[in-house]
């Protein structure tokens, strides 16, 4: 499967902006997927993950109840959406999908990325 994440950019702290993954292929829906993040001078680290079917959901304590992870597997698209942002989610944004048991946040268990998209939050 291949990925292309696309919606990051400049936002204030406080704002919202929201996040897409496209994916190729026709089994999108087999595919666990997640959202993990990278800081200027730090290791990258999970955000979020969503089930193949869309009815599981796991979050990193950081971003519990301000990100929320969506999949639309008729479009063969995940999202996350994030509010309340603050200055220490500024980093590139990654997707990664995953085949196999539920769930999975460690960054080695994940076969096939996007190519990263920029978020800053400014304060």
């Known amino acids: 499967v291949q990925l292309q994440a696309s919606g990051g950019g400049l936002v204030q702290a406080g704002g919202s902006l929201g996040l897409s993954c496209a994916a190729s292929g026709r089994t999108f829906s087999s595919y666990n997927m997640g959202w993990f993040r990278q800081a200027p001078g730090k290791e990258r680290e999970f955000v979020a993950a969503i089930s193949g079917s869309g009815s599981g959901t796991y979050y990193a304590d950081s971003v519990k109840g301000r990100f929320t992870i969506s999949r639309d597997n008729a479009k063969n698209t995940v999202y996350l959406q994030m509010n309340s942002l603050k200055s220490e989610d500024t980093a590139v944004y990654y997707c990664?999908?995953?085949?196999?048991?539920?769930?999975?946040?460690?960054?080695?268990?994940?076969?096939?990325w996007g190519q990263g998209t920029l978020v800053t939050v400014s304060s």
């Open positions: 990664a999908a995953r085949l196999g048991p539920w769930v999975r946040v460690g960054s080695s268990e994940f076969h096939y």
